[in-house]
């Protein structure tokens, strides 16, 4: 994944995390549960798929009158203007595999085209094909300002998927 995205899901992680932990236990068991509603049948009336039925997530005064995941925004939205959570180039080895190596990696670049990802195997197979982190972050002025979900509305990470794309062919 690129550090842009890692730093975003690391942010909105953080976020929730935060989010949740400010509920009481009583806050928490009190939450509407997920409930599943059929979406369609077969000809018998059997069910043969299911869609989740919307909830209403409700406000807390404790969040001033925001819902869980408008709080849980808002502060995604401060971790990700505070310029303290850092993000570091790294792999990670996954044996996991029978006869293969999976492989984590968030590597900084724009966007992940076939030269980044070809540049990141050469570096982990020069590296002997161990786990590694960069020693210093990601500098600042290239991880966003913003979260995922405003990037999106402001048309930013559209952009950044469609070099990406162009890069390919």
Known sequence: MTAKKCFWDTAERIASDQAWSMLSDAEIAARPKIRLEVCERSPTGKALSYTIAARSDPPYERFEGRTLAEETQRLEGEICRSGELMTFE???????????????????????????????????????????????????????????????????????????????R
């Open 90 to 168: 790294e792999f990670s080895v996954d044996r996991g595999f029978e006869g293969a190596i999976g492989l984590h990696a968030v590597v900084d670049a724009p966007s992940l085209t076939r030269d980044v990802v070809s540049g990141l195997i050469e570096r982990f197979l020069a590296l002997g094909e161990v786990s590694w982190r960069a020693e210093q972050p990601v500098p600042r002025n290239r991880l966003p300002e913003t979260t995922y979900e405003q990037a999106l509305r402001s048309g930013e990470e559209e952009e950044s998927t469609s070099r990406a794309l162009t890069a390919r």
